[in-house]
């Protein structure tokens, strides 16, 4: 079993920028590709970054150029950095992880998720 607590949530204004934090419990997480997600009032959950267990990264082109993703396997944490944030990048921001694929996109890929933390960007 694996638990995920993110953190580095909260309020900005449009064009600054925030790091997120997500840290795994268990023995698996050098073996495991890391994933962020964002679910808007409204909205459907989507991708925003991917990470390998190999650093391999992934991310749509809404966010590409502006968000980063890396890990440190020595303290079972990845990191989400968000820069030049826009207002329609508010969200609660999700960690997931999973053990079953190289650099999944799909919410259906990923096994164990955090609890989410809230991105607020004003204009």
């Known amino acids: 079993q694996v638990q995920l607590v993110e953190s580095g949530g909260g309020l900005v204004q449009a064009g600054g920028s925030l790091r997120l934090s997500c840290v795994a419990s268990?023995?698996?997480?050098?073996?495991?590709?890391m994933g962020w997600f964002r679910q808007a009032p409204g909205n459907e959950r989507e991708f925003v970054a991917g990470?390998?267990?190999?650093?391999?990264?992934n991310y749509p082109d809404s966010v590409k150029g502006r968000f980063a993703v890396s890990r440190d396997n020595a303290k079972n944490t990845v990191y989400l950095q968000m820069n030049s944030l826009k207002p329609e990048d508010t969200a609660v921001y999700y960690c997931?992880?999973?053990?079953?694929?190289?650099?999944?996109?799909?919410?259906?890929?990923?096994?164990?998720w955090g609890q989410g933390t809230q991105v607020t960007v004003s204009s």
């Open positions: 268990g023995r698996t997480f050098s073996s495991s590709a």
């Open positions: 990470i390998s267990r190999t650093y391999g990264t």
């Open positions: 997931a992880a999973t053990d079953r694929y190289i650099l999944p996109v799909r919410i259906s890929q990923y096994y164990y």
